[in-house]
């Protein structure tokens, strides 16, 4: 049989069970020599820099320690990082990358709930559901006589802002329903944009178009408060902007004054700062529903994170391609 490659895991210790549940944990043994009850939070513990000394695969997640010239050097035997999470942009360095270290993540698995919240929030904002359920709550009857204008579902224009990982699985999502969908996205053009069967258009020409609008850019310099108060003002009357990407893509201080215009309506799972001042008024206006950063993985989707890697070590130690492999080309303009 032949010798199982030594591994190592790299996140917050209490992850570990939940991400790698009995299962999961006898596969990844089944072609890795990793010990659950060796996690390094960080990368000085002599325990630690020993097992790096002859690792040959990190197996990270969410609290991983930075990977910079000293952690890699402490690990000249690395040679693959198997990220049981989304962006690995928060402890991969240029090194890296220099050293030739192959880079996988679960992103592609974390996009699937969070494309499942927007979906759902998508289709609940068509309904008008917050303010509805809001008046019914307040009035103790129903708030309207069974006629509600522009309210509804039925060719719906929503605008896809991004077309990431979520962005795309979001598309897939929104397929089967009576939406009229479309996309901005600078790195798409016509042809590709056709493949995944919408419009595209320029994001100024999105915003004014469309019902609801919803952000799955990545934060970058360049999409700091990609939606600023001129963007904001570009937006129909009524329309409903869902922000489940990075708080920082929205000018939070120009999105509170539309809101309190009653102009816009909003469904936040993201804010800058994160999580928001206890007097921001964000908790208090009606217009804003606001939830704690709940899109990705949590409780039991955590495990598809870990399934992933899992699969991908499996490739790995079978002389296979990483199927979710990160391009370093492209990291400044993911996720």
Not at 137 to 155: E, I, K, Q, S
């Amino acid at each position: 049989m032949t010798e199982r490659p030594r591994a190592l895991f790299a996140m917050t210790a209490r992850n570990v069970p939940a991400v790698f549940p009995p299962e999961l944990l006898e596969r990844l043994q089944a072609c890795v020599d990793i010990d659950p009850a060796l996690v390094a939070e960080d990368f000085t513990g002599p325990r630690v820099r020993e097992a790096l000394a002859r690792t040959e695969i990190l197996v990270t997640g969410w609290g991983c320690p930075r990977l910079d010239r000293a952690a890699l050097d402490a690990a000249p035997r690395l040679r693959a990082v198997l990220h049981a999470a989304g962006s690995v942009k928060g402890f991969t360095t240029p090194e890296v990358w220099r050293r030739g270290i192959a880079v996988s993540s679960a992103a592609e698995a974390n996009a699937l709930p969070v494309a499942e919240y927007t979906l759902a929030m998508i289709l609940l904002a068509g309904k008008d559901v917050f303010a509805l359920r809001d008046e019914t709550r307040a009035r103790r009857a129903f708030p309207y006589d069974g006629v509600l204008p522009g309210v509804g579902n039925h060719g719906r224009r929503v605008g896809i802002v991004g077309a990431s990982r979520v962005g795309r699985r979001l598309i897939e999502l929104l397929r089967p329903h009576d939406l009229d969908v479309t996309l901005a996205d600078p790195y798409v053009d016509a042809v590709e944009a056709a493949r995944l069967g919408v419009r595209l258009l320029p994001l100024d020409d999105l915003l004014r178009a469309c019902d609801i609008v919803s952000l799955h850019a990545p934060q970058t310099a360049e999409t700091r408060h990609l939606i600023d108060a001129r963007r904001l003002g570009l937006m129909r009357d009524g329309a409903v902007l869902i922000n489940t990407a990075r708080g920082a893509l929205v000018d939070h201080e120009a999105l509170i004054a539309h809101l309190r215009s009653a102009r816009l309506s909003a469904v936040l799972d993201v804010t800058d700062p994160e999580p928001l001042p206890a007097g921001s008024p964000l908790f208090d206006l009606p217009n804003a529903f606001v939830t704690p950063h709940l899109a990705g993985s949590l409780g039991n989707e955590v495990a598809r994170l870990g399934r992933a890697m899992v699969e991908e070590a499996e490739r790995l130690t079978s002389g296979e391609a990483l199927r979710h492999a990160i391009d370093e080309t492209v990291l400044d303009r993911t996720a």
